[in-house]
C-alpha cells in the first residue's frame, strides 16, 4: 500500500512537471511580491532599528523565507475535494482500496515537493541576489527550519482538506474556502508578523493552528527564535498537527454518510 501512495506523489509531481513555465514565472511573480513588501517594511522601519522585536535585516528576512516557505505549502486540494464532492466522483475513491484522506496529503505533498525544488529553492537564491537577506550559518537551524516547513505543509494540508470536507455539508463552501485563504495568510503571520498584533489579539492567534504554519518557522530561520525555544516552536506544531487529526477523522466519518451528487 506505501507504493501505491508514494505512486500517488509521484503522478502529481510529474504532473506538475507538465506545467512548470508557470512555476517559472512565478519566481519572478515572488520576487516582485517580496520586493514590494521590503521596501513597504523599510519604510515602515525608517529610522528605527527595532520594531514587534525584529531588526530591518531580520523582517528582510522574514518576508523572504515566509514568501518562499508558502509556495512549498500552498495547495488548492479544498476546492479539488469540493469539486469531487459536487461532481459525485468522490463515491469512486470510496470503492478504491486506499484511503482517501492520504491519497489526498500525498498529491498535497507532491505537489510541494515540486514546487520545494523547482520554485522555493531557486526562487530563495534568486532573492538573496536581489535583496539583503540573511541566512543562518548554523546547520542546524536549517534541519529545525525544514522539518518545521514539512510541518507547515501538515497542519496546512489538514486545514484544507477539512475545509474541503465540509461541501459534504454545505452543498456549497466556497465562501468558507475564500475566508480560509485569507485567514491562513493574515493570521499566520504571512502579511504581518504576529509580533506586530496588539498583545491581547497575539495571545489570542496563539490559541490557533494558523501561527504554526508561517510565523513559528519564520521565527526559527531569521533568529528571533533560538536555542532550545526553537524545539519548543517545533513541539507547538507537533500539537496542532495531533490536534487537528481529530476534526478532520471526525468529519471524515461523517462525510462518508452523507454522499449526494448535484447534478444528474
Do not use: H
Amino acid at each position: 500500500m506505501l507504493s501505491a501512495y508514494l505512486d500517488v506523489l509521484r503522478i502529481r509531481f510529474l504532473m506538475m512537471l507538465a506545467y512548470r513555465v508557470n512555476y517559472y514565472s512565478g519566481i519572478i511573480i515572488y520576487a516582485l511580491n517580496i520586493g514590494a513588501y521590503y521596501f513597504l517594511w523599510k519604510a515602515i522601519y525608517g529610522s528605527k532599528e527595532l520594531l514587534g522585536g525584529m531588526t530591518v535585516s531580520q523582517m528582510t528576512t522574514y518576508v523572504a523565507v515566509s514568501w518562499m516557505a508558502r509556495a512549498f505549502y500552498f495547495n488548492n486540494l479544498d476546492r479539488e475535494i469540493a469539486n469531487e464532492i459536487k461532481d459525485g466522483s468522490v463515491a469512486i475513491q470510496f470503492i478504491r482500496p486506499y484511503n482517501y484522506i492520504i491519497v489526498k496529503m500525498m498529491q498535497g505533498l507532491g505537489e510541494g515537493l515540486f514546487r520545494f525544488f523547482l520554485f522555493s529553492a531557486p526562487g530563495m537564491v534568486v532573492v538573496a541576489f536581489l535583496f539583503p537577506v540573511k541566512l543562518p550559518t548554523d546547520p542546524k537551524v536549517w534541519v529545525i527550519f525544514l522539518i518545521m516547513l514539512f510541518f507547515s505543509f501538515l497542519i496546512n494540508t489538514q486545514i484544507n482538506i477539512i475545509t474541503g470536507l465540509f461541501a459534504f455539508f454545505l452543498e456549497n463552501n466556497e465562501g468558507m474556502m475564500r475566508m480560509k485563504r485569507v485567514a491562513v495568510d493574515l493570521f499566520s503571520g504571512l502579511v504581518v508578523p504576529m509580533s506586530f498584533f496588539p498583545g491581547w489579539a497575539e495571545k489570542l492567534m496563539n490559541l490557533l493552528p494558523f501561527p504554526a504554519i508561517t510565523y513559528l518557522p519564520g521565527s526559527v530561520f531569521t533568529g528571533k527564535v533560538t536555542g532550545d525555544a526553537a524545539f519548543q516552536v517545533l513541539g507547538v506544531q507537533l500539537v496542532w498537527f495531533l490536534v487537528l487529526i481529530v476534526p478532520l477523522y471526525g468529519l471524515w466519518r461523517g462525510a462518508r454518510t452523507r454522499l449526494f451528487v448535484q447534478g444528474g
